[in-house]
């Protein structure tokens, strides 16, 4: 065979690989574009999703809680009922602007909590940040305490959003633990979401809230 007949039969066998590469580079660059054109995808300040930016969020709940006292003879065993309302506002730049007020009732009496969390200042204990398209609000109840988390999850294309509670336990701990009003701790165990509302709005809630 002549060294010309050898160069067409090694490029007519090369021609195929190179428009199998060229398709196969194709599908890469549409799956890249595709992925970076899905809605939430970007992110702002503390990653929240740029559909979210210049929104608010109104979260309205009440629970019940069953608690025992850690050591006997400090405390006693009771029941409360915990009616919650926070409201939440992220900024055009992602920054996350947050108030929570509660007021906890049991037969012994009631107490009202106020909990703030803005990029300037924020109660001790309390933060609201971002994991993905879910907001986790954090309130961590003194050192040798359990952490109730909030988390609220958000749906792009219905614009609605839903919420959970849950308490993680403290290192070390053998249970749910959580101080009482006057220095005792309490052992957390049963709590209930008994009713919830989950509100997205557009706008500042804040400068509407009463």
């Known amino acids: 065979m002549s060294l010309f007949g050898g160069e067409l039969i090694l490029v007519a066998k090369q021609a195929p690989l ?8 194709m599908e890469r660059l549409s799956l890249l574009i595709l992925f970076f054109a899905l809605p939430g995808s970007a992110e702002a300040e503390n990653g929240a999703p740029k559909w979210l930016l210049g929104r608010s969020v109104v979260l309205q709940y009440t629970e019940a809680r069953s608690f025992e006292p850690v050591e006997p003879g400090s405390g ?40 703030i969390k803005s990029p300037d200042a ?53 249970g749910m633990v959580l101080p009482g009003w006057h220095g005792e701790h309490y052992y957390l165990r049963r709590h209930q979401l008994t009713s919830s509302v989950c509100e997205l709005k557009a706008g500042n809630a804040f400068d509407t809230a009463n």
Not at 18 to 25: C, G, L, Q, T, V
Not at 83 to 101: C, H, L, V
Request: proline share 1%.
């Open 18 to 25: 190179r428009s199998e590469a060229k398709i196969m580079f």
């Open 76 to 115: 006693r065993p009771h029941d409360d009922t915990v009616d919650s309302r926070t409201i939440i506002y992220i900024s055009s730049r992602g920054r996350i602007f947050a108030q929570s007020q509660s007021a906890v009732t049991t037969a012994y009496g009631s107490r009202s909590y106020n909990l």
């Open 122 to 174: 924020a109660t001790q204990g309390s933060d609201w940040r971002f994991e993905g398209e879910t907001l986790l609000g954090l309130n961590k109840m003194g050192d040798d305490a359990s952490v109730e988390r909030v988390g609220v999850r958000f749906d792009h294309y219905s614009q609605t959003c839903t919420m959970t509670l849950a308490y993680a336990r403290a290192k070390g701990s053998e």
